[in-house]
């Protein structure tokens, strides 16, 4: 492609939303554009990339036995209800209606519209295992949409679902997912770790998610020895401590509502009181009890009560008088809701609880024997100093951003559903699910976030939306164009992607829009056009040489082949 | 491929809604499903082919010079209302409103789009030409969806836009899309012609169709001579005829309200009378003169008048009592609404025409004498009889598929959303567009309406999901299975798509769901296996003949090459 005719309208300054280095780089560089909040077009260089990563994504998928198809974007309400994900959702799903008033979602995922697919197709066990996949417009209407393609509201996803008779199956189909979801971060070259994710509204059990590690991204991984795991999964383990029990006594703390404020007043540690998170949880009154040190870990708990984020909310003061207490002292005591406490509470004793009056606590409370509650299980933010599961491996903390996820559903979407097929002994079995995503446009802004320096992007050989840049330095010389003109056609020829900057800019600027798009390998033609002679550089390690013209063929397949080592 | 592990459930019937030979072999062959009215899944077999139809539009586009890009699939409101939009599509655009109340359509086409994404970022005519494209799923929310893909809700198009300095510039562009539109109809290997069309909601001047010819298509072309038009855009041309005048003489007609009722109870012909049509549009009435003996074309009118469909409604008894008539003896003298004739009534002299009072009709009523009316060009429906313009060929009317249409913008779109570059001359210019569709997944449809027989469909071998089927007739058979893996293996290592039946089917089942899909080349390996004999045919010529499998290659080979012709 010839810049001169190429629609590439690069940009000095990126606008004053673009956080992030991806984001920045992409809008300058004239990869994406903004339609509307979180909406994107890609323009001819950022639509080339995607597309790389497409193939990547399909020939892989391909080659683990899936099958590519195409389901619509437009998904009918009813499966929705069937699952009880219409509502779950929430405001993140975009909802429509149509001219006859039926209901339908902008698809966020397809776990129901596969299962119904399939549900009266797949009748024989004979026809599993089955892994279908498509390449897809996806839509989430997120709260904050932001740091551009990388957390957008439309977004194209490759997402798949494998289909199995037993658990056995499924955990094979899932296996042969995990290694496919390798080769292809591998191939694309992203810098990446798999952690055990946590399934949020997708149910289910065992689930990974693929990190790339980046500090913009948006998620933080906890990681020690062969542990690792999201901060939302991460396990908080506790130590038993070995405490005669004391009794139980009621002190006075006038206007001290917080656990700080309670520590200070009674000259103890937090560690030593009990903190209550008052909630109404789907309009009913929930209190959590954790350590008053720690921090609540809502996606805990929410997979613990199996209910979305919305429907959990703080109790106002007034609920929290419906239920018996008084803002700020809650305590596990005589009160008129659901108590959950997390795993460590359990051993608790001799701590400080609120006493569900007016400016009163009480001391000396022991979990079984003051105060009872659920073992919501593990249900606290990981924290600095806390240690891997099983070992006193301290937790190390780095952000990154989720490119792909596997989950093993179960039964969940085809029991919900009634997806059964025949065994081989004739009785209806219902079907074992996995299913798998990875983002491809958030891939694109992942590679960029890990590779770029301050001039631009840095792409690798495996997605980038050409090989070569071939800058002529005066397009007005005839040797020059000539020569470029020449080289354009030759590596064309060869199969290379190839642009031809051929365009009445100066010098600097073309070098500037060279570096900003970052295509890996570079030639300058300039005054040695006459006597053939270029100058050779890599986007990467910026180092040029001057060549003649008749040594490049062999310098750029060489380059290319180790460029991305 | 293997069949036996492939996504492929194809049905011995076709559900009772599919009408026409698309419908009802894309679902038996297992190609598309069904998810909602108007809106299907593209199963394997079908995206493969999707596939090979997009990769075509998009070789031949890019090597027009169009550059592939990718916008979203909603947008904003704003855009639309600024082009008047928004409203005139009316119920066909499916509308959404996101968790901030801004609202989106489902795009049903871009221009208003593709204008506003280029209007701050071209600003000179240096960068002009300029041609973008995108392959991407759009929206219409059909009154009547049928006939499977060929009339759906939600279908991929490509839709493309030029951007030009000037008329010639777009002249130019437009060109330059007709040729590649009939090297891209050309490879389908679809049998179609070009018409002028009509442009409906799309405005502008010049345009063409590309009808795939069809008896079951929803569209009728007249043709003569050179001539071809769509039936809602064939010019009806007109002879004046030299009479005499005379006086205008009202005459009882009682209860005589319908041109037939009128020529019979005078004894004339529907010819000598003048038939009224009492509309309101966009609130305002209307009454349209045309010929006694003709039909009022809608989408005439709609070009005329410039509103949509959806604003043309009938005129209710009351709505004809307000403006000074009675219903079934309207006529164009003395009443309070505008007043359209189709061009033939300007050379009308003496005819019966209303009296708006009941019971009553003139005779002898001349155009430009007894009354006026503002000349609304040609506004009939074209008829068996009638002839090319300039000529005296009479029609001839076939029925066909609209799957690509070409229209010359000019500066509609440009104007409303303020696009302009600077010339040489440093003026602003408004830039001047074209648009260019081809409706892929419809093209599909098209394809198998004239490739099929009546046991299934007859792919070509531009777009066959697979070259080349192997059918082991005895998937137990050592011998034959052995044969046909090595068949198999072979003409993958030769860069064929190929499908090797090896289910445990009775062989009926498998011959008939070959024919049924059209895989173009067939290779049955039965008893002769052994011998390394084997059957091999086409689905065009279903000629069996019997090969040692050494020949097989150069045979396919020669056989898919000439296939198409």
């Not at 939303?17 to 994406?32: M, P, Q, T, V």
């Not at 998904?75 to 929430?90: L, M, N, V």
């Not at 966020?108 to 279908?132: G, R, W």
């Not at 929290?320 to 108590?339: H, K, L, N, Q, Y």
Request: aromatic share 8%; hydrophobic share 40%.
């Amino acid at each position: 492609m010839k810049l001169s005719r190429f629609y590439m309208p690069t940009l000095r300054e990126a606008p004053q939303d673009a956080e992030i280095a991806s984001h920045k780089f992409l809008l300058r560089g004239a990869f994406i554009r903004k339609s509307a909040s979180g909406v994107y077009t890609y323009l001819p260089l950022g639509y080339r990339v995607v597309r790389k990563i497409e193939q990547i994504v399909r020939e892989e998928m391909d080659r683990a036995g899936a099958q590519e198809i195409l389901m619509s974007a437009i998904q009918p309400k009813e499966i929705w209800e069937a699952s009880g994900r219409w509502d779950r959702f929430g405001p993140e799903m975009f909802k429509l209606t149509d001219r006859h008033d039926r209901e339908f979602c902008l698809g966020p995922t397809a776990e129901e519209y596969f299962t119904t697919l399939i549900k009266d197709e797949v009748k024989s066990y004979k026809q599993l295992p089955l892994n279908l996949y498509q390449i897809q417009t996806k839509y989430r209407d997120e709260k904050r949409p932001r740091f551009g393609i990388n957390r957008a509201r439309e977004f194209t996803m490759k997402d798949g679902y494998s289909f199995d008779l037993d658990r056995e199956g499924m955990e094979v189909s899932y296996h042969t997912m995990y290694e496919a979801y390798e080769k292809i971060f591998n191939r694309i070259g992203l810098d990446y770790v798999i952690v055990q994710g946590d399934n949020g509204a997708m149910g289910g059990n065992m689930s990974h998610e693929f990190i790339a590690l980046s500090d913009t991204g948006e998620g933080v991984i906890a990681f020690g020895g062969d542990y690792a795991a999201t901060e939302e999964k991460a396990e908080v383990t506790y130590t038993v401590q070995d405490k005669a029990r004391v009794d139980l006594t009621e002190v006075t703390t006038p206007g001290v509502t917080t656990i700080e404020e309670l520590a200070a007043f009674l000259s103890v540690t937090a560690k030593d009181c009990l903190k209550a998170v008052d909630l109404m949880v789907a309009g009913e009154p929930v209190v959590v009890f954790i350590p008053g040190d720690r921090t609540l870990n809502m996606a805990k708990l929410e997979g613990y009560l199996g209910v979305p984020e919305h429907d959990i909310l703080p109790m106002t003061t007034e609920q929290i008088e419906a239920m018996g207490s008084v803002e700020g002292f809650t305590g596990p005591m005589g009160i008129d809701a659901r108590i959950i406490v997390d795993r460590s509470v359990t051993a608790m004793k001799n701590v400080i609880v609120g006493a569900n009056k007016k400016d009163t606590h009480l001391q000396g409370a022991s979990y079984g024997r003051d105060f009872e509650g659920e073992d919501g299980g593990d249900l606290l933010v990981v924290e600095e100093g806390d240690t891997v599961p099983n070992s006193d491996i301290a937790y190390a903390f780095r952000r990154g951003i989720e490119v792909g996820n596997i989950f093993q559903l179960g039964t969940k979407y085809s029991d919900a559903l009634e997806a059964t097929v025949l065994d081989e002994n004739g009785k209806a079995q219902v079907i074992w699910m996995g299913s798998y995503g990875v983002g491809i446009t958030r891939t694109v802004s992942a590679v960029v976030e890990q590779c770029h320096d301050e001039d631009g992007i840095i792409w690798p050989v495996s997605v980038t939306p050409y090989h070569v840049i071939i800058t002529v330095v005066k397009n007005k010389d005839e040797a020059q164009m000539a020569l470029g003109e020449s080289l354009y056609n030759q590596l064309l020829d060869a199969g290379y992607d190839v642009l031809l900057d051929d365009r009445a800019e100066r010098p600097g600027v073309k070098f500037k829009d060279r570096d900003l798009i970052g295509i890996p390998l570079r030639i300058t033609v300039g005054k040695g056009a006459a006597e053939h002679r270029v100058e050779y550089s890599t986007r990467k390690a910026m180092d040029t040489v001057e060549l003649h013209a008749d040594e490049l063929m062999a310098r750029i397949k060489t380059d290319l082949e180790h460029y991305d080592e």
